[in-house]
């Protein structure tokens, strides 16, 4: 299975830069630990617009292309 991102700081990052810091309760991401390995959770209630979370969701992959996802998306997929 391939990281999301290369340090626990990078993923906060990537957080916080789409929801900002302590701003919403819509969105929160945690440092738990699994197996003695950090882990980075985000919990995203499903008040968020589906079409939102999946760009959101797309962004964390590698090679992922915005100007194509906002085009599909405004399209309708």
């Given amino acids: 299975m391939a990281k ?3 340090s626990l700081k ?3 990052k990537w957080f916080e830069s789409k929801f900002g ?3 919403t309760f819509d ?3 945690k440092t738990v630990h699994l197996w ?7 919990y995203i209630n499903g008040l968020m617009d589906g079409q939102l ?3 959101l969701l797309a962004e ?3 090679g992922f292309d915005k100007k194509r996802a906002i ?3 405004l399209n309708g997929f």
Avoid: R, S, Y
Wanted: charge should be negative; hydrophobic fraction near 50%; avoid cysteine.
């Fill in 4 to 6: 999301l991102f290369t």
């Fill in 10 to 12: 990078e993923a906060e």
């Fill in 21 to 23: 810091k302590n701003e």
């Fill in 27 to 29: 969105a929160t991401a």
């Fill in 36 to 42: 003695e390995m950090p882990v980075m959770m985000f």
């Fill in 53 to 55: 979370l999946t760009i």
């Fill in 60 to 62: 964390m992959q590698e």
């Fill in 71 to 73: 085009k599909m998306t």
